[in-house]
């Protein structure tokens, strides 16, 4: 395959979305993504369809992509990480399956980030804004990890009696160490952008509104040697692995956790949720919980029969 046709635009690249923008810039064979999630800037069913989507189209001509960049379209939020508004309607109805499909969507999001070198991509991450629970767990196994100053990030969950997020352990413990991880999940803290790139899980702080140059700055210092690159980057995985099994393993143990809260949390946790959906401008609150029905039902009828109907779902 010469150059040439490295270069060349895919034919997915103009595939339409709902909850993200997806475009390609040919000289550096990059695909950039960026997400704007309704009613809650979060990890939803639907957007992690269409995350999973994106994915699946870049496997499909392997060595087309060879960066991949992620950032957010809501000012003041990259992502409030799992989708607290379903957990409530699920916990409520005691669904452990749907749980535990909720659990396997996200652990397959960041399995993708974590075994990205093997498939020849190398990514970044933008991120300006809040990033909380789920939404800092899915930048940690980026290759390069950008936050404008203004940004935070933590471990909430643990405040308000919930679970942390799935794979919150793992990836701050290969980062950062057993004693750093132990602080940020158990204390539930908020850490500035300096405060994490002092405990190695930020790479690159810039000012705000700097983060634009700051991508393009890692893309043109990676893109002359991204062979040898990518050849460290998977010799560390080997390092300091982290297997997918033990990621489903949390999935089991995070449902486990999640039905034994309290109605008391479980208020709480609406909540938190309808602040999520003030916050990032997400319309009609009163809207969330058939929003999320109808998410629910989608992604079962994608897995019982591998055809995506996410099409179907209103717009709002």
Same mark, same amino acid.
């Given at each position: 395959?010469?150059?040439?046709?490295?270069?060349?635009?895919?034919?997915?690249?103009?595939?339409?979305?709902?909850?993200?923008?997806?475009?390609?810039?040919?000289?550096?064979?990059?695909?950039?993504?960026?997400?704007?999630?309704?009613?809650?800037?979060?990890?939803?069913?639907?957007?992690? $369809?269409?995350?999973?989507?994106? *994915?699946?189209?870049?496997? =499909?001509?392997?060595?087309?992509?060879?960066?991949?960049?992620?950032?957010?379209?809501?000012? !003041?939020? *990259?992502?409030? +990480? +799992?989708?607290?508004?379903?957990?409530?309607?699920?916990?409520?109805?005691?669904?452990? #399956?749907?749980?535990?499909?909720?659990?396997?969507?996200?652990?397959?999001?960041?399995?993708?980030?974590?075994?990205?070198?093997?498939?020849?991509?190398?990514?970044?991450?933008?991120?300006?804004?809040?990033?909380?629970?789920?939404?800092?767990?899915?930048?940690?196994?980026?290759?390069?990890?950008?936050?404008?100053?203004?940004?935070?990030?933590? *471990?909430?969950?643990?405040?308000?009696?919930?679970?942390?997020?799935?794979?919150?352990?793992?990836?701050?413990?290969?980062? $950062?160490?057993?004693?750093?991880?132990?602080?940020?999940?158990?204390? !539930?803290?908020?850490?500035?952008?300096?405060?994490?790139?002092?405990?190695?899980?930020?790479?690159?702080?810039?000012? #705000?509104?700097?983060?634009?140059?700051?991508?393009?700055?890692?893309?043109?210092?990676?893109?002359?040697?991204?062979?040898?690159?990518? $050849?460290?980057?998977?010799?560390? =995985?080997?390092?300091?692995?982290? =297997?997918?099994?033990?990621?489903?393993?949390?999935?089991?143990?995070?449902?486990?956790?999640?039905?034994?809260?309290?109605?008391?949390?479980?208020?709480?946790?609406?909540?938190?949720?309808?602040?999520?959906?003030?916050?990032?401008?997400?319309?009609?609150?009163?809207?969330?919980?058939?929003?999320?029905?109808?998410?629910?039902?989608? $992604?079962?009828?994608?897995?019982?029969?591998?055809?995506?109907?996410?099409? =179907?779902?209103?717009?709002?």
């Amino acid at each position: 395959m010469t150059q040439r046709e490295i270069a060349r635009p895919p034919a997915w690249i103009d595939r339409r979305y709902r909850y993200i923008r997806v475009a390609w810039d040919h000289e550096f064979s990059l695909v950039r993504l960026s997400t704007c999630v309704k009613p809650i800037q979060c990890y939803s069913l639907a957007a992690m $369809a269409e995350l999973h989507q994106v *994915f699946a189209d870049i496997a =499909s001509e392997p060595g087309l992509v060879k960066h991949y960049v992620m950032t957010s379209d809501v000012p !003041g939020v *990259f992502n409030f +990480g +799992g989708d607290l508004a379903l957990f409530v309607l699920l916990i409520r109805a005691r669904d452990v #399956d749907s749980l535990k499909l909720y659990g396997r969507r996200c652990i397959d999001l960041v399995w993708w980030m974590e075994t990205a070198a093997q498939r020849g991509v190398h990514t970044t991450v933008l991120v300006q804004g809040d990033t909380l629970g789920g939404g800092l767990e899915s930048v940690m196994p980026f290759h390069k990890v950008i936050f404008e100053r203004s940004a935070q990030a933590g *471990f909430p969950e643990v405040l308000f009696n919930l679970f942390p997020a799935m794979g919150a352990w793992n990836f701050t413990i290969r980062k $950062a160490g057993f004693a750093v991880a132990n602080e940020m999940v158990l204390s !539930g803290r908020l850490y500035t952008a300096e405060q994490l790139v002092r405990r190695h899980l930020v790479d690159v702080v810039v000012e #705000d509104g700097e983060g634009e140059a700051a991508i393009a700055q890692v893309v043109h210092q990676v893109h002359p040697r991204l062979r040898g690159v990518l $050849a460290a980057l998977q010799a560390r =995985s080997f390092a300091a692995p982290i =297997s997918y099994e033990s990621l489903l393993a949390v999935v089991d143990h995070w449902t486990a956790t999640a039905l034994t809260l309290t109605d008391r949390d479980l208020r709480l946790m609406e909540r938190l949720a309808r602040a999520q959906v003030r916050k990032a401008g997400g319309g009609d609150e009163g809207a969330v919980e058939e929003i999320k029905r109808l998410e629910l039902d989608t $992604a079962w009828g994608e897995e019982r029969t591998g055809i995506t109907d996410w099409a =179907s779902l209103p717009s709002y």
